[in-house]
């Protein structure tokens, strides 16, 4: 007998748990780890027990759905949601979930549900259909990709490059990096955002090829979560050039040889605000790169 339960702190832990077995083939929407979880939920003043719910099942949790009433603007109250995380991916328990959770922010007095999901292979089918199932509209795609890596494809052990690549210390010599980003048209907004999420936890890898003294190729690495086996590969960035082919091959490869070092297993690639090229350069690899569309229920 499956029973829902509220939120308790207690259950945090099992949560990120039971998260990281729901989202192993998600890139975008998948689970953070317990130290970032609980930072979020003690900063957050408007942190509301009541609309997260758990499923449980002889006193073990199998599921949970996580939601919130996020602002009212114009006198509509808009509330946020996660996708489920199940990893049995079992229907019956998804029902229970998302009954209890449109109950409550009905109760709450909101009028307009949002959510996203990725679309992907091995998950298109389960994602497309909830969103069906549950009567959400369609409502704009991400401008940006990403995509899951199979380390055990690449053999790049012994890859040794001709290149001049060199590590690069962004902390001491930030300047130069944010320059070259904003060079080659990748928006500031991700500037900001990228350069602020790289902090103490993080294992951060600047890898760079210099033309003349300036930046020509960018990529990087973050080994983010290593308790759960999870590295990013957050981009590889190359200035349009006749041999842009080589220095994106090169730079890629180098960074999957100092990931494999690390042993880690789940590797994700996140490649924001898509420059020009990159996309097909990506594909050479066999790599399949993600949508994140977003949608909207009205309640």
């Not at 500031?188 to 294992?203: A, C, I, L, M, S």
């Amino acid at each position: 007998m499956i029973e829902l339960r509220n939120y308790k702190e207690e259950y945090l832990e099992d949560q990120v748990r039971l998260g990281f077995e729901a989202t192993r083939e998600w890139v975008s929407t998948g689970q953070l780890p317990l130290s970032a979880m609980k930072r979020i939920y003690e900063s957050n003043e408007n942190f509301t027990p009541e609309t997260r719910h758990y499923a449980f099942k002889d006193d073990k949790m199998v599921g949970y759905v996580i939601s919130a009433v996020d602002r009212e603007i114009d006198e509509i109250k808009e509330a946020s949601m996660q996708f489920p995380k199940i990893p049995s991916k079992d229907k019956e328990i998804e029902k229970m979930l998302m009954e209890k959770t449109l109950t409550i922010l009905k109760d709450k007095g909101a009028d307009i549900l949002r959510t996203r999901i990725e679309i992907n292979s091995k998950i298109k089918d389960q994602m497309e259909s909830f969103v069906e199932d549950y009567g959400f509209e369609f409502e704009y795609n991400n401008d940006y990709r990403r995509a899951l890596l199979d380390l055990s494809k690449f053999d790049v052990e012994n890859f040794e490059s001709d290149l001049p690549i060199e590590e690069y210390d962004h902390k001491n010599n930030p300047k130069e990096l944010e320059e070259f980003l904003k060079e080659i048209n990748v928006q500031d907004p991700f500037v900001t955002h990228f350069f602020r999420t790289v902090d103490k936890e993080r294992g951060t890898i600047h890898l760079v090829i210099r033309k003349d003294g300036k930046i020509i190729v960018h990529g990087t690495a973050i080994i983010a979560m290593k308790e759960y086996d999870l590295c990013i590969i957050s981009h590889v960035k190359v200035k349009k050039n006749d041999s842009m082919k080589k220095e994106f091959d090169d730079i890629f490869k180098s960074l999957l040889k100092i990931i494999k070092k690390e042993n880690v297993a789940v590797n994700h690639l996140y490649v924001p605000f898509g420059i020009e090229g990159s996309k097909e350069l990506y594909k050479n690899y066999g790599i399949e790169l993600i949508e994140i569309k977003h949608y909207k229920k009205y309640l």
